[in-house]
């Protein structure tokens, strides 16, 4: 049965669903690649300051880091360096049950698209390897658009690409910046934070 807190309501005409943190509980892997890439640079990442601040695209990330830290980044280096730690960790990622559960339940029904803030080739591995990919007609990623979350960005993409109106979509996220990209973007949004906190709290899954 699907969470209440997590069903759409009608009328809507696609679902578009954030993946990090909301599809796919990658927290920890993504935690483990910035802080191994960033080890060259000899900046030590702190997890509370990171996991403030998962909603920001890569590049806004680095900017605050460079800020708080006084680092200088290689941007490129040091996006390459952590999709590369990335891949040696994608075996450790799976679905957050609730939220894949609201795909699965759609699938056919409606059109369904993702809109990350993250890489590409991170992003089409991750919902490979959790077995999601089948269930989208669209991945829109960061490396698509001009600006990332919290710019609605993707989020037009993607209801473009699904050929629906915006307002009539209604889409899945778990922070702050991905809230606002999709209201931006003029979506109905559900947070689906309060399931995973749920989630955690009664054993279902690790949660982020």
């Known amino acids: 049965m699907l969470d209440q807190r997590l069903r759409p309501t009608m009328p809507y005409a696609a679902l578009v669903f954030d993946c990090d943190g909301t599809l796919v ?9 910035w802080r191994t890439a960033l080890a060259d640079w000899q900046v030590e ?12 695209s890569a590049d806004r990330l680095l900017a605050e880091l460079e800020t708080e830290t006084g680092a200088e980044l290689d941007y490129p280096a040091v996006r390459a360096a952590a999709l590369d730690a990335y891949q040696w960790l994608i075996h450790t990622v799976a679905p957050h049950p609730q939220v894949a559960a609201v795909a699965e339940a759609h699938r056919d029904r409606v059109p369904m698209a993702v809109a990350s803030g993250g890489a590409r080739q991170a992003v089409e591995e991750t919902l490979r390897v959790t077995g999601l990919r089948p269930l989208f007609d669209a991945v829109v990623t960061r490396d698509d658009v001009r600006y990332g979350k919290p710019a609605p960005d993707v989020y037009l993409l993607a209801a473009r690409l699904l050929n629906a109106a ?3 979509c209604v889409a899945y996220e778990d922070t702050d910046e991905g809230v606002a990209a999709a209201l931006a973007a003029g ?5 689906v934070r309060p399931s995973l ?12």
């Open 25 to 33: 509980d990658t927290a920890s892997a993504n935690e483990t690649a």
């Open 45 to 56: 990442l702190d997890p509370a300051w990171y996991r403030a601040r998962t909603g920001l």
């Open 166 to 168: 915006p307002h009539t």
């Open 187 to 191: 979506m109905t949004v559900i947070d």
């Open 197 to 208: 906190r749920r989630e955690t709290q009664v054993g279902g899954g690790t949660g982020r």
